[in-house]
């Protein structure tokens, strides 16, 4: 039983059972305070939160800890310092690849004619041969023209239309490793050039190419090397 503010005796703790009146509720007592902090000892100096660590004296909490840093702190030296929060880009760095470019070369095919080269005057300049670049992998490739009844795969297929009448079967063969390339006449029969010259190579001779050099073969074929 409670008693209103006009001094009736009331059960109903909200309202006067007897005139109506709101019955104030009694204040709440203030949460009490700590003397001193549980985590640090600080004095609590009457207020909520510890001044040394931040511990919350009402609810009990303990201060948030500060992240530990296991090892030194890595160093970049000469670096702007906007760029050390960038993380290193986790993609592998692509290897070099040989690449042979196979052209219809006019300028050739002019000298094989005015050299009267074996069955120049049976060989006509193509009127459309679309530039095709090859990436050439493995350490040995085959130069020549696709046949399958005598076996014949070349990695570099002369062979697809318009072909070059002048190229052998299994003409020459490239040797590649990481840095070198090297070209090995096999005994074609209208022979292997580079770069214009009008010698053709030593057959069954690996003689050094490097990327930019051309390879010349049968009347009008240049293989043009090149690292991608």
Not at 5 to 29: N, V
Not at 43 to 56: T, V, Y
Not at 166 to 178: F, I, M, P
Request: with cysteine; aromatic share 4%.
């Amino acid at each position: 039983m409670v008693t209103c503010p006009d001094g009736h005796f009331s059960l109903s703790t909200d309202y006067c059972d007897q005139c109506g009146t709101q019955i104030e509720s009694p204040p709440r007592p203030e949460p009490a305070v700590a003397d001193r902090c549980p985590e640090c000892g600080t004095p609590g100096a009457g207020s909520r939160f510890c001044e040394g660590c931040g511990h919350d004296f009402v609810l009990g909490t303990p201060a948030r800890p500060e992240p530990t840093l296991i090892g030194p702190a890595p160093t970049l030296v000469g670096r702007p310092p906007e760029l050390a929060t960038i993380p290193p880009d986790p993609r592998p760095i692509p290897e070099l690849t040989w690449i042979a470019t196979v052209t219809a070369d006019r300028a050739f095919y002019e000298r094989v004619q005015a050299r009267n080269g074996p069955d120049a005057d049976q060989v006509a300049f193509p009127a459309y041969f679309p530039e095709r670049r090859i990436p050439l992998h493995g350490s040995d490739i085959l130069i020549g023209k696709h046949s399958v009844s005598q076996g014949v795969n070349p990695d570099i297929d002369l062979g697809i239309p318009p072909a070059d009448a002048g190229v052998s079967r299994a003409h020459a063969t490239l040797r590649l490793t990481r840095d070198t390339a090297t070209i090995t006449d096999l005994g074609s029969t209208n022979g292997t050039s580079l770069n214009d010259s009008e010698t053709d190579i030593p057959r069954d001779t690996a003689v050094p190419v490097h990327p930019g050099d051309r390879i010349h073969l049968g009347a009008w074929t240049t293989i043009t090397l090149s690292r991608g």
